[in-house]
């Protein structure tokens, strides 16, 4: 059971994830999780693929944008893909991307690759746990001002500069 | 019948999209001819003031280059467009924000102090800094303020249409130029550039292979460039696949790499995750230390992969929640 509680959490805090599962394993696996009662956070909502390999960094970077604090992909063990290289891919496109989340700002555990085949329902559970507690310590994800749009904080923060102008003596 | 009456202006923008404009050369004769240009500060002696004394869509068209950034070019724009029918968003920096666009990795108050104290080249012991108004012998002097964000000239006013290219190539300016004035114009929102790929008007692309294996991610300064092959087959980061066609692959035909001037074609909704996922499905390797070492070979992955296009992107800039996140 998950039960852990921390700063964030008691701050009302709770993240929110967005989990890319490939059908022909971690999907099964989160389903199995279920049926057998491995109850896991109930912070993430999970998008169904056929493998991992037909996730698109713009699915992830949108789910950024809509106000995901955390993005999951689970995708076959390496040998296991259904489309042979598949999950290759995955882990080729999300280790470039986590790199250049980070140069933007956004901590690399917020994008988290897991192998997980269609019999380790306990995996499911652990690693989604896992990355709530890493997600709540973090706290929420703040994206640069106007990503929705209106650029109010970015133009509310542009108030004339004499706040800027403390001489160091 | 008059003239239609046409207007170019400038936001944060370097001067080479005013160039291409000039570069039309005797291209431009005609259009000069059928047009009457009444606002074009680089070149013409027009002020803001003659342009706030035109009634509304006085002009059939505006062309404005450079992004968003000042309180004055956000008031430019507005002006603007409430006195032109279409107003043209013309080069890499309107359309997307462009290399004044990569600023979003940095907060205001960081690129003042950067530019105003911090820098090498500044000596300024009392950290005077510009201010919005100055009293000066009982006169105010006023600058425009400086937004926290770089925009898109889309993100300030609504757009007709875009001119892509850093600058926009030659073709495609008398080609849009030609279209507005005979009234042929597309839907509303078009991007006035064929919606392919890049790699698809390249002359390399037969020696593109189907399936690219990239063991080695160079820089252009680190190999002799073969004038042949496909830049990409080289291990250059081409992003050719990911780049709207038009240019006539101008870089690869000057050996260089594209980088994604003209921006995306309509289907993708992010230019830098599209180019990003491209580059990084063709590097080799089956552990993940090998993959991970061959990546690290590619420097600065958002100057590459949003070159010209941050302030358009799903993230738009840096984000601020994670202060760990590396610097
Ligand atoms: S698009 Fe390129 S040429 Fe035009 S203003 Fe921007 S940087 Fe300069
Ligand atoms: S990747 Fe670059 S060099 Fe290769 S075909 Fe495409 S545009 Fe041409
Ligand atoms: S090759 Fe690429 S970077 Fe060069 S002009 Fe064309 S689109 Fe722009
Ligand atoms: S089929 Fe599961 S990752 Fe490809």
Redesign the interface.
Known sequence: MYSGTTDSEADGFSPRIVAFFCNWCTYTAADLAGTSRKTYAPNVRVVRLMCSGRI???F???A??QGADGVLIGGCH?GDCHYKEGN??A???S???Q??L???????K?LRLEWISASEGEKVQRVINNMVSDLTQ??????????D?S?E??????????H?????Q | MSKPKIGFYWCASCGGCEEAVVDLAEDILPVVEAVDIVFWPVALDFKRADVEAMPDNEMAVCFINGAIRT?EQEEMAQLLRAKSQLIVAFGSCSHMGGIPGLA??FV??DI?DRVYYDSQMVVNP????????TAVNGDSLSLP?????V?TLD?TVDVDYYLPGCSPPVALIVQAVTAILEGKLPDKGTVLAPDIALCDECSRKESKPDELSINKIRRPFEIEINQEDCLLAQGLPCLGAATRSGCGAACIEGNMPCTGCMGPTSR???F???A??G???T?T??E?HD??RR?EQ?V???GT?YRYSLPM??????????K???A
């Open positions: 698109d960094p713009q992830i970077l949108k950024f944008n390496p290759f891919k882990l080729k496109r280790m470039l991307l790199r250049m980070e140069d933007l700002g956004i901590d690399g917020r973090l706290g929420p994800l703040t994206l640069f001002p106007g990503t749009g650029f904080g970015a133009l509310q923060e542009a108030s004339p500069m004499e800027q102008m403390e001489v160091e | 309180s979003n990795q205001r108050t003042l009392d950290n005077i800094r510009p201010q919005e108004a303020s400086f937004d926290g964000a925009r993100q993708v909704s992010d830098g995750a599209k990003l996922s580059l990084a499905s590097i390797g089956e993940e993959i991970a990546l590619l600065d992955p958002v992969f992107s799903l993230l738009k800039g840096r984000a601020i929640s994670d760990g996140a590396k």
